[in-house]
């Protein structure tokens, strides 16, 4: 038996200016081939693939696709959708016949002329491989989940936690759906309902003690636990996407039982559309966020800025809480991030201990962001690559580039060369910092931070800022955004009508 793996992973927020292209991808590693299967064992839901594949009845050949990652940033080029479906088909093609495939993907990637790209990829994958092989693919808990994806997958798997600490073991459960499809006979029946409804991040922590994602992510289990359910999931999508499909959705796949897929997808999209409000956070002004921090004389204050979370596709250069926090003296530093590489460029020129005026943010993001003046010493200069667990990771390699560490006073920015995860606690270790002994750490992430930080801080805000992630994103202009949609639009009422995706009768 043959199985095929591979991996598309890029979440897209179309209110950042700056496209994204092969060579982002190329930045965060590429792999193919035999060489994915070796270098991703332990990572993520790659990982999770292999060491389930790996402990089946008869363990399978594992054919390595290609692992086509790039972080969370703007839109796509048409060109760049081009290159992806090539790498994927080719690999694909390279590697048949296989008895069946599981893909890692986002589920959130918009490409310019291209607004459901994993739909279209799942489409291509099954004309190549036919009705008869089995295609059953991982979705981050942001996907937009469109009819074309449920149309051409026999499974959709969610991440079910947010803070994303999951992932491996989705890979996991996953391979598993499969092997209940090709060793026990399992005929998938998938009901999938789009919700009109669009929420916030703040406050969609299914780690928390209570709330509407903690209720639903208990749901999700009980029904995880049936014997007749292959994998259930609630997906609340990202939501700075400016495009025709936008909105929520519930997806449960059972083996041989539509009418209870039908009656269980419902009842979770109603449960969310019910409750849908509960999502709406209570942010703070950055003036009010910083003064607060400063008044909390001991332990760590995180600052969430979530409209340049470079989790949510924001570019990460903004400097609206920077500026705020150069106004005052802190006890212990004070730390924050901005990705600027000329800045590290002239920086790294200039070398550590020397004197350094320049100015930072606003340059990715002049929507947005307006660049300051900043004057201080370089503190440091190093390479911000590190291994990733938490958040989004599990082994993961994240290579940043070139960094610097600028210091005025106790504030201290860390400036890397691109994008990737500015809220990481390796992010600010390897800069030299100790993030849970300072006074403040601004995370760049409007809840994926709370899986690290929560527990250890004395306080955490939410900041109201500007930025391409915003936590009103209903405010912006959306031009392509299926209407009515929640909260743009009031509706008096909704009640979900899921559809069926069912494998007998593709294969029949």
């Not at 005929?187 to 999938?192: D, G, I, L, T």
Request: glycine share 8%; net charge negative; hydrophobic share 45%.
């Amino acid at each position: 038996m043959r199985i095929a793996i591979g991996q598309l992973w890029q979440e897209t927020n179309t209110l950042n200016p700056r496209p994204t292209t092969p060579a982002d991808f190329g930045q965060f590693g590429v792999v193919r081939g035999d060489e994915l299967v070796a270098g991703m064992e332990n990572v993520n839901e790659l990982g999770g693939f292999i060491q389930s594949l790996r402990q089946w009845p008869v363990p399978p050949e594992i054919a390595g696709l290609v692992r086509l990652p790039a972080w969370p940033g703007g839109m796509a080029t048409s060109q760049t959708f081009t290159w992806i479906r090539d790498e994927l088909l080719g690999a694909l093609d390279a590697a048949m016949p296989v008895d069946g495939v599981l893909l890692a993907l986002h589920g959130a990637m918009v490409a310019d002329l291209h607004p459901d790209v994993e739909g279209e990829i799942l489409d291509a994958f099954r004309t190549r491989i036919g009705p008869q092989v089995p295609l059953v693919a991982t979705i981050d808990l942001h996907a937009n989940v469109t009819g074309q994806m449920v149309r051409s997958a026999d499974a959709l798997v969610p991440y079910h936690c947010l803070p994303h600490i999951d992932i491996f073991e989705t890979g996991a459960r996953a391979a598993d759906v499969l092997r209940r499809i090709l060793f026990d006979g399992a005929q998938p029946c998938m009901a999938f309902a789009k919700i009109p409804a669009v929420v916030p991040a703040e406050r969609s922590s299914t780690e928390a003690d209570a709330g509407i994602a903690v209720d639903i992510k208990r749901r999700l289990l009980r029904l995880e636990n049936e014997p007749r359910m292959l994998a259930a999931g609630v997906t609340p999508v990202q939501p700075w996407m400016d495009i025709p499909e936008l909105g929520s959705s519930a997806l449960v796949t059972t083996d041989r039982d539509p009418a209870f897929a039908r009656q269980a997808c419902g009842e979770l999209a109603e449960m969310f559309w019910k409750r849908r409000r509960e999502y709406l956070p209570e942010l703070v002004d950055v003036a009010e966020a910083v003064r607060a921090a400063h008044a909390t004389r001991e332990g760590l204050v995180v600052l969430s800025d979530a409209a340049d979370a470079t989790t949510s596709g924001a570019p990460g250069d903004s400097v609206w809480i920077l500026e705020e926090l150069l106004k005052y003296e802190w006890p212990r530093e004070a730390l924050v991030t901005v990705v600027a590489p000329d800045v590290v460029a002239a920086a790294s020129q200039a070398g550590a201990g020397a004197p350094l005026a320049t100015s930072l943010g606003g340059v990715l993001d002049d929507r947005f962001g307006r660049p300051i003046e900043f004057q201080g010493v370089v503190e440091s200069c190093f390479e911000a690559r590190f291994t990733m667990t938490g958040h989004i990771g599990k082994n993961l390699p994240i290579d940043m580039g070139p960094a610097v560490v600028l210091r005025r006073q106790n504030v201290c920015v860390v400036v890397t060369s691109r994008s990737g995860p500015h809220f990481a606690p390796e992010l600010f270790q390897t800069a030299g910092f100790d993030p849970f002994a300072a006074s403040v750490v601004v995370a760049k992430s409007p809840c994926g931070f709370r899986a690290v930080y929560e527990s250890r801080a004395s306080a955490v805000y939410c900041v109201r800022a500007p930025g391409c992630a915003p936590s009103d994103f209903w405010t912006q202009p959306f031009a392509n955004i299926p209407r009515p949609l929640w909260p743009w639009d009031e509706l008096e009422s909704w009640r979900p009508q899921p559809i069926l995706r069912r494998r007998e009768d593709e294969t029949s």
